[in-house]
């Protein structure tokens, strides 16, 4: 730290901890006190925090500078404490610093309630926030000025300070930082116009989203409206035609009820006129018809005596009919009696060629069945010279029974060995590998994503690689597994491991920028540590054993971890262990430890060379617990293969035997076989000679039943001539009857029909005689013709007219009347929807001019700074406005683009592709370009630091120092765990060092200037 001989301001800050009463102490050295030096702090800048009983602190007051404020200190001591002090005290949600989501969990442990109070810089008056908690039921009290009040109000004074603790762009704690790269464009934008635009362009922003909205929504209608009033005017335009022609057809019809209302007065006229001829014409018509009706008599009676003549012809050709039809059935019948008698001639024959064919069957049967005797006679001759079997039937027996005595002994062995193997789940320890794999996908999808396209793809690569530590590591004894698991972090379980770095570099790209997954590889080093050995013996102290021997894993992964976490050198010991620890943690050597339950780490002052311990409990396995016991698997599977090699080798032998026993067996008792198939056979012989059919016999019986059915056909074939006769006879006088009625018939119709004429003639004179209307006439039209021509001329021509206009209806006319009414409103509803949307239009354009110019200079300010900071090291990024549609203003937002390496191009900065230490500097630079042009108070960023490289971490710390200690700038706390050695440091910060352990000085012996003389004298000499 620069020296100074300004006046420090200092704190006191006392805590208790578990295992003794440590005091801590917070100065403040390189700017002048609050009295001397008020001018500089910006409105709203924090002038003191005191806190009560808060996390880690029972009782501290932080007094920090206008400028850059340095918070360090280590881990644990209470640095992060500040920073959830600033925000709890500032009215700030649990959520944004990312811890407990109960206030009441940031009261220290064992106390009832805390306090937080904030002083702010503000002209006319400075302004005092008091905020007490109570962990009995989550609830706070608020103070401000020392008057009680409501959090709305403590909210409403910080929002007038211009103070946002829930903006990542002012305040970001540890929890947070990762979250700052996950922003956004959109986010980032509003975090940035809230931070550092002026307090109206966010104002102005979301006002233009909103008129956007509204635009858009007005734009839908109106598209609507119109779309709907187009298709009413087309539907109205195509209706108009029908419309026109429903009125021309109506003009029509009232013509046409005109003239059919004329027509029977031109009627009777023209009938009157005609009367007096008609009357006349009258007269001679009843002569003619008396003369017809005379004429006609002579005929009717003629027809009359020819009916009478077909009525007694008629009744004789039924007769006929009738005879000749009782005589084709009786041929029929006899025709199927003869039918079947040549059926059943036929039926006998083929009894005989049946028997015929049967006997040449049955002589064929004979004379192979004598010669099958003969052959089975020489089969019987050979074997009769063969040895005799009985004696290598024994023998073989004897043999397969020691055969079945070993293979039951194996059979016993394997059972055994089964047993075992059950015991062990050697079934199941495919399935538990499958387990382990289950619970990565579970707890880290990505990773488990990756693991799959690594199997599918392995041959891209050409060195080693490891899938996830968790699945290659098995610890020997699944009660160990808790000390490893608990030893080696979860990101570096789910791992890859790969023995080349270009390896790496390509699996990454592939993984992480291509399919986006969020995955984690580490190389192994290039000298293989897997074989160290550990520092000392210390069997003493009760330990039985090394991290390293409690698992196996591929050389690779296991030359990692011994490099990375020491395995092979931390020891693992007992109760006995535990019960020396006072004395165990002295050794020098020993840096982690575990005992039954618990892990030890010991550290040592570089400075006192004491020792501070902390322990903490071992917690249970979760993915390494599942282990198997490789080697024994192996034992066991080969003793099954042996015992299944020799059963295989036993099987085929007694094959071997049963076959050759079977063969002989088979060999003894064919000769009986023999012998009683040749019995068999001969007894089937005489059998079947004695069996042997009279074929001339049979030939005779046949030809006497033919001979006996042949006389009944002739006695048919007769009486069916006969018939046949006498149904001829029959048929021809039925014919000279037809022909004699046909005569008659065709007399008759010639009369009628004549009669007929005559008949027609004379109804015609009735109708004619009998058809006298009169009618009479009151009224004339004159418009319309008066003849009657004319007017059925008219009628028919306007009928005509009228019927081209087909399918209307008085529906269509109601409709187009209607729809014309709705297309009158819809015009006048258009016309004010298009005066809103125009109206709209104007109010955006206003606001976007008062938007997006100032916003524009203002992004233009932010990137010359952030690019500056970049090109200072060597490095390019820059910061634009980015949007796809200039007219989506919800869809405006800040991109930031990084390049690290001069062969890459620009990339977008995500929470993917970037590294973490990336991600930091990237962030941190964005933070400081704002720094100068910040309307907050101050700015908190929280270990954004640690992921840095150190050549980065160097110049990004110059470059905090040089921007947040400018006159121009507001307050800035930054906190870190740790710095580097030899920083350039400025005379307008300042450095707040939290100190937290039982060898501190109590606060009323912590001199400064002391401490600032022996480092001189240290220097010196």
């Excluded at 024994?632 to 007694?654: D, G, I, K, P, S």
């Excluded at 010639?750 to 009618?775: P, W, Y």
């Excluded at 993917?912 to 930091?920: A, L, P, V």
């Amino acid at each position: 730290m620069g020296e100074s001989s300004k006046r420090p301001r200092l704190s006191q800050i006392s805590r208790n901890t578990q295992t003794s009463a440590s005091r801590a102490s917070v100065f403040r050295g390189g700017h002048s006190d609050i009295a001397g030096g008020v001018g500089t702090f910006v409105e709203g800048s924090i002038l003191r925090i005191t806190m009560r009983n808060f996390l880690t602190y029972d009782f501290s007051v932080v007094h920090p500078g206008s400028n850059l404020n340095m918070i360090v200190g280590a881990n644990g001591t209470g640095k992060s404490s500040i920073v959830c002090a600033i925000c709890l005290g500032l009215a700030g949600k649990t959520a944004i610093l990312g811890r407990g989501d109960k206030v009441g969990l940031y009261v220290k442990r064992g106390c009832k309630k805390g306090s937080i109070e904030i002083e702010l810089y503000k002209n006319g008056g400075n302004v005092i926030i008091n905020r007490e908690i109570h962990v009995e039921n989550n609830q706070s009290l608020w103070m401000l000025n020392g008057r009680h009040c409501s959090l709305k109000q403590v909210e409403e004074e910080v929002r007038t300070l211009q103070i946002q603790v829930s903006n990542l762009c002012q305040f970001l704690p540890q929890e947070k930082v990762g979250e700052f790269a996950k922003m956004s464009q959109i986010e980032l934008l509003e975090a940035t116009e809230k931070s550092v635009g002026p307090p109206e362009m966010y104002e102005y922003h979301c006002e233009l989203k909103n008129f956007r909205s509204k635009e858009r929504e007005l734009e839908n209608v109106l598209k609507e409206k119109t779309s709907f009033l187009e298709k009413a005017k087309q539907r109205n335009e195509r209706n108009k035609l029908d419309v026109n022609r429903y009125y021309e057809k109506k003009r029509h019809l009232d013509v046409i009820e005109l003239l059919e209302k004329k027509k029977p007065w031109v009627e009777y006229e023209t009938t009157r006129k005609e009367l007096e001829g008609v009357k006349k014409e009258r007269e001679e018509a009843k002569k003619q018809l008396l003369t017809l009706k005379q004429a006609q008599a002579p005929m009717l009676k003629k027809i009359q005596q020819i009916d009478e003549k077909l009525k007694p012809i008629e009744a004789e050709m039924k007769a006929k009919t009738a005879a000749i039809k009782e005589a084709s059935q009786k041929c029929k019948q006899k025709q199927d009696q003869l039918d079947r008698k040549h059926k059943e001639i036929d039926d006998i024959k083929q009894a005989l060629r049946m028997k015929q064919i049967e006997e040449e069957d049955h002589q064929k049967r004979i004379v192979n069945t004598r010669r099958t005797i003969e052959d089975l006679k020489v089969e019987l001759d050979k074997l009769g010279d063969q040895l005799d079997t009985t004696l290598l039937i024994s023998a073989i027996s004897v043999e397969l029974k020691e055969i079945q005595e070993r293979t039951a002994r194996i059979e016993a062995e394997k059972a055994d060995l089964r047993r075992e193997r059950d015991n062990k789940k050697l079934n199941d320890m495919n399935n538990l590998m499958n387990m382990k794999e289950e619970k990565l996908r579970t707890r880290h999808r990505d990773t488990h994503t990756a693991l799959l396209w690594l199997r599918e793809n392995r041959q891209l690569f050409r060195g080693n690689i490891h899938e996830p530590m968790m699945l290659v590591i098995n610890v020997k004894d699944h009660q160990n597994a808790k000390y490893v698991e608990n030893h080696i972090s979860f990101h570096d379980l789910r791992a890859f491991v790969f023995q080349r770095k270009d390896d790496m570099e390509k699996f990454l790209v592939e993984v992480r920028d291509k399919m986006n997954l969020k995955v984690n590889a580490i190389s192994a080093p290039e000298v293989s540590c897997s074989g160290r050995p550990p520092s000392r013996n210390i069997e003493r102290f009760g330990f039985f054993t090394y991290l390293r021997e409690m698992f196996n894993a591929p050389d690779e992964v296991m030359s990692y971890l011994c490099s990375q976490y020491k395995v092979h050198d931390v020891p693992v010991g007992n109760e006995q262990t535990k019960a020396l620890i006072n004395t165990v943690i002295q050794e020098p050597y020993l840096k982690v430890l575990y005992t039954t339950d618990e892990r030890y780490t010991v550290k040592r002052s570089i400075y006192s060379n004491k020792t501070s311990t902390s322990n903490s409990a071992v917690q249970k396995s979760q993915y390494l617990i599942i282990t198997v016991d490789a080697e024994e698997r192996r034992q066991l599977e080969q003793q099954l293969r042996t015992l299944q090699t020799e059963f295989a080798a036993l099987n085929r032998h007694e094959n071997e035997l049963l076959s050759e026993k079977k063969r002989l067996s088979e060999l003894k008792g064919k000769k009986k076989q023999l012998e009683q198939k040749i019995g068999t056979k001969q007894d089937s012989l005489r059998q079947m000679e004695q069996n042997v059919i009279d074929l001339k016999k049979v030939e005779e019986q046949t030809n006497a039943k033919i001979k006996a059915v042949s006389f009944q056909k002739v006695t048919i074939v007769s009486v069916l001539t006969a018939e046949i006769k006498t149904k001829a006879k029959l048929s021809m006088e039925k014919v000279y009857l037809a022909l004699e009625t046909v005569g008659l018939t065709a007399e008759k119709n010639k009369l009628e029909n004549d009669c007929r004429e005559g008949a027609s003639e004379l109804k015609t004179m009735d109708q004619q005689l009998a058809s006298s209307v009169v009618f009479v006439s009151t009224q004339a039209f004159s418009k319309l013709p008066d003849t009657l021509d004319e007017v059925d001329s008219m009628l028919n021509e306007e009928r005509s007219r009228a019927e081209c206009f087909t399918g209307l209806s008085e529906n269509v006319v109601e409709e187009y009347s209607r729809r014309e009414q709705e297309i009158e409103h819809l015009e006048k509803e258009l016309e004010k929807k298009i005066a809103d949307l125009n109206a709209y239009r104007q109010n955006i354009s206003e606001a976007k001019e008062r938007w997006l110019i100032p916003l524009k200079q203002l992004i233009e300010q932010i990137n010359d700074k952030f690019s500056n900071f970049f090109r200072s090291m060597q490095c390019a990024g820059e910061v634009d406005l980015h949007t796809e549609n200039e007219e989506e203003y919800d869809k405006y937002g800040i991109r930031i683009r990084v390049k690290f390496h001069s062969s890459t191009q620009l990339h977008e900065l995500t929470a993917h592709h970037q590294s973490g230490g990336e991600r930091s500097v990237s962030t941190m630079l964005y933070l400081m370009a704002l720094q100068e042009l910040n309307r907050c108070p101050f700015r908190v960023v929280d270990e954004i630091n640690q992921g840095m490289d150190p050549i980065n971490e160097r110049r990004v710390f110059d470059i905090v120092v040089q921007t947040a200690c400018k006159e121009t700038t507001s307050q800035y706390f930054f906190i870190t765990p740790k710095l580097l050695q030899n920083l350039q440091y400025a005379e307008e910060m300042t450095v707040l060092c939290v100190h937290n352990g039982p060898h501190m000085l109590p606060p009323d012996k912590w001199d400064i200037k002391a401490f600032i003389r022996r480092l001189e004298r240290k220097a010196r000499a």
